[in-house]
């Protein structure tokens, strides 16, 4: 039995956030602007709120510029925009903790609340075993509707997620280990056996209570 290694995906393997990028290029950047400012005020009460509330706003904004896309255009759309982001963003820190991994035969997989739809070809780039990400619905005239298809993959979801996803790829790990950046991280960084903070805040930061990636220094040597 291997190890298990989750990361989350933006903050923790890349730096800074990758929706409003993938949400302009394909929604346009005015699409995007009219109807942030719409939300303003729901966007600025779930950055302090989160949870549910947090939830709910990005969904809305999902729907504002996303409804009536055609699902294949996006699908385009997001395999350029993965290997865009990931050429200008990925933490080489990070990126080297997450092939030590993969050398070591431990199954990676990347847990993140952003949209599957660029995630997981982000994952296929990286090599990840798998990726667990944010579904979106699909009307039946094969359009994106802007609304989850499930629930938000952060919090507990994204632990419930996890565990699915370890089960049907293989079972239980010998260790979990778990990457993460913020608080929609948490729940799973706290069910780890190693839980991991690449937070930018450090002791300031919502996870200052788990270890800092140079306070986990792997082996150097893989296996």
């Known amino acids: ?57 990005k969904e809305l904004l999902f729907q504002r ?13 997001a395999v350029g925009f993965a290997r865009g982001h990931l050429e200008s963003h990925l933490r ?15 199954r990676v997989v990347i847990v993140s609340a952003s949209p599957e739809l660029y995630v997981a070809e982000a994952g296929r780039l990286l090599g990840a075993d798998g990726v667990v990400a944010t579904r979106l619905e699909v009307a039946g005239d094969d359009t994106l509707t802007g609304r989850y298809r499930g629930a938000n993959c952060r919090g507990d979801e994204k632990l419930r997620r996890l565990r699915r996803w370890m089960e049907e790829s293989g079972g239980g790990p010998d260790r979990l280990w778990a990457y993460g950046n913020s608080r929609g991280d948490l729940t799973m960084l706290g069910a780890a056996d190693v839980g991991v903070d690449v937070g930018r805040l450090g002791a300031f930061g ?8 140079d306070a986990t220094l792997p082996d150097p040597a893989p296996g």
Not at 22 to 41: D, Q, R
Not at 99 to 105: C, K, L, Q, S, V
Not at 206 to 211: E, G, K, W
């Open 206 to 213: 919502r996870l200052r209570a788990f270890p800092r990636l």
């Open 92 to 106: 080489p820190d990070v990126h080297r903790r997450f092939e030590w991994h993969r050398r070591r035969g431990d």
């Open 1 to 57: 039995m291997s190890d298990v290694a989750a990361f989350d995906f933006d903050g923790t393997l890349t730096a800074g956030g990758s929706v409003y990028g993938f949400l302009s290029g394909l929604g346009g950047p005015g699409t995007v602007a009219t109807a942030s400012a719409v939300l303003l005020p729901r966007l600025v009460h779930a950055a302090v709120a989160g949870g549910r509330v947090a939830d709910r706003s």
């Open 65 to 77: 510029v996303l409804a009536g896309v055609p699902v294949e255009r996006a699908e385009r759309f």
